[in-house]
């Protein structure tokens, strides 16, 4: 008879180390009282007491199987299941992948289960089996939601179970009607009970991850988790179970608008950073399937301070405004705010065009908004920016039929940025006839047709850039320098 023991080991919350006695301050992390005490217990039977993993008797003397790499895309060929959700299939780069590992993190209301649930739904229309587990909500409060929602379909199973033992239990009893997507609400209530740490910690959560990651990939079942954040927005539990996952979505939106953005972070089956976007109705969540008609939608004419930036979520464009306001401060520091877009940023643009335009933004509070809720990060971002503050400090007004993209460096040139083509093309869809792009980029453009009064501006430097938005004001055709 195998003898159990118990061993005691501290662990921090914040980054998953593990010390053999409690420390004030992780010396991992840094991170200060982080540090709980976990009790692992384990067996000489072939249970590890440092990840409580257990090797079943039947699996001792199996073999580990390999394939070559010179196979027919055929063989190799990856199932995908469609989920009813266009945005959600352009997000997971083309649809759910079977035996794949999803980790689905957002606030809390923002309507995570909500999509999940939907999902389910679009699922078992593709006569798919889908086993929803909460450990949140009772049945009936799930089922409840569904229904007002109007989501009915028997191949949806709903249950409510903390003990992940008892859920792969009850998965592999089902020996006719195995599901093949399997969602858990939420990983952090699930626990081993053969671990003595509460649910949600770094070891309950580490080891219900490692147990429903070797479901998917052995079992050939899709499984997707919810996962909680923390007040910073990152997600909460060891960082490790970013590592495990194949995809890491976040799930995220203004309380203010009514819209929320499904992003991918981390994509082993497409590409990461591809944007999702839906409108939260009385209906549940409905796709927005054309996203800069929702980001321009209430934008003015001819306003000083707003352009528009043609950005890249992945590989799809996106259209949005962005707002800038420069006044005369009476502060020792002028203030610089900025929502949705790197404030760094903005001080390093400011810097630029007081040198090269002589500014006097070094004394002003300034304001940039990306309206809308959406957050930039890339530095394509620049020109527009830029251009909104050349049009709010010489009061000049911006046609509304202009659109922006490019990076300024410290010198105060325009360098390119990728896909330009594909920006260019989703702003012609939408009317627009000013495109002021990089003149790094203009050899992206030989096989643009552009029609009627459509045409492109190239710029080279933060001082033709202003020249040209004078000389589009005014309706007289711009000639750079280099062409006199």
């Known amino acids: 008879m195998a003898k159990s023991k118990a061993k005691t080991v501290y662990t921090c919350q914040n980054c998953g180390a593990q010390r053999p006695r409690w420390e004030g301050r992780c010396t991992d992390c840094g991170a200060w009282n982080t540090l709980v005490e976990e009790v692992y217990s384990s067996s000489t039977s072939g249970e590890s007491s440092a990840t409580g993993w257990r090797i079943e008797k039947s699996s001792v003397g199996a073999k580990m199987v390999a394939i070559s790499l010179d196979q027919s895309p055929e063989e190799l060929k990856l199932d995908r299941f ?105 990983i952090q209530t699930v626990f081993l009970p053969h671990l003595e ?22 079992g050939g079942i899709a499984v997707l988790l919810i996962g909680h954040v923390t007040k910073d927005g ?6 490790v179970l970013e590592h495990m996952v194949d995809c890491v979505l976040s799930f995220d939106g203004d309380p203010s608008y009514q819209y929320r953005l499904l992003r991918s972070i981390k994509n082993r089956f497409g590409a990461a950073n591809e944007l999702g976007v839906f409108q939260m109705n009385s209906n549940g969540l409905e796709e927005v399937l054309n996203p800069s008609e929702l980001f321009l939608q209430d934008r003015g004419e001819n306003l000083m301070g707003s352009t ?11 259209l949005c405004e962005i707002q800038a306001l420069s006044s005369a401060s009476t502060l020792a520091m002028p203030r610089r705010t900025t929502v949705g877009f790197d404030v760094n940023r903005v001080c390093l643009l400011t810097a630029v065009l007081d040198r090269y335009l002589d500014f006097r933004l070094a004394t002003a509070d300034l304001f940039v ?9 890339e530095p394509a971002a ?10 709010s400090e010489s009061r000049h007004e911006i046609p509304a039929q202009a659109c922006f993209f490019g ?14 083509e594909l920006r260019v093309k989703e702003a012609v869809k939408l009317g627009f006839l000013q495109f002021f792009v990089p003149k790094a980029n203009a050899k992206h453009f030989s096989s643009l047709n552009l029609k009627g009064n459509q045409k492109i501006i190239y710029i080279e430097s933060v ?13 007289k055709p711009y000639v750079s320098e280099r062409d006199i």
Not at 197 to 218: D, I
Not at 234 to 239: F, I, S, Y
Not at 410 to 417: D, Q, S, W
Not at 463 to 475: F, G, I, N
């Open 82 to 186: 469609e989920t009813g959700l266009s945005e959600f299939n352009r997000v997971l780069g083309g649809g759910l992948a079977r035996g794949s590992f999803v980790l689905l993190g957002g606030a809390p209301g923002i309507g995570k289960s909500t999509l999940l649930l939907q999902m389910a739904v679009g699922l078992a229309n593709s006569n798919k089996k889908v086993l929803y587990v909460s450990g949140e909500e009772s049945v009936a409060q799930t089922a409840s939601r569904a229904h007002r929602l109007g989501l009915k379909n028997p191949k949806v199973d709903l249950a409510s179970e903390n003990n992940l033992s008892l859920i792969l239990e009850y998965i592999k009893t089902q020996k006719i009607e195995r599901p093949d997507v399997l969602i858990v609400d939420s």
């Open 197 to 218: 740490s509460a649910p949600g910690s770094v070891s309950q959560v580490r080891e219900c991850a490692g147990h429903l990651m070797e479901l998917a990939k052995q």
């Open 369 to 377: 908004n990306v309206v809308g809720g959406l957050k930039i990060m």
């Open 234 to 239: 990152n997600l909460a539990g060891p960082k």
């Open 308 to 318: 528009v930036f043609s950005s890249m979520e992945g590989t799809r464009p996106l």
């Open 407 to 420: 990076e300024i460096g410290l010198t105060g040139e325009v360098r390119g940025v990728s896909f330009p």
């Open 382 to 391: 620049d020109l527009a920016v830029a251009a909104a503050l050349i049009s």
């Open 463 to 475: 001082e033709q850039l202003r020249k040209a938005l004078t000389h589009e004001r005014s309706k």
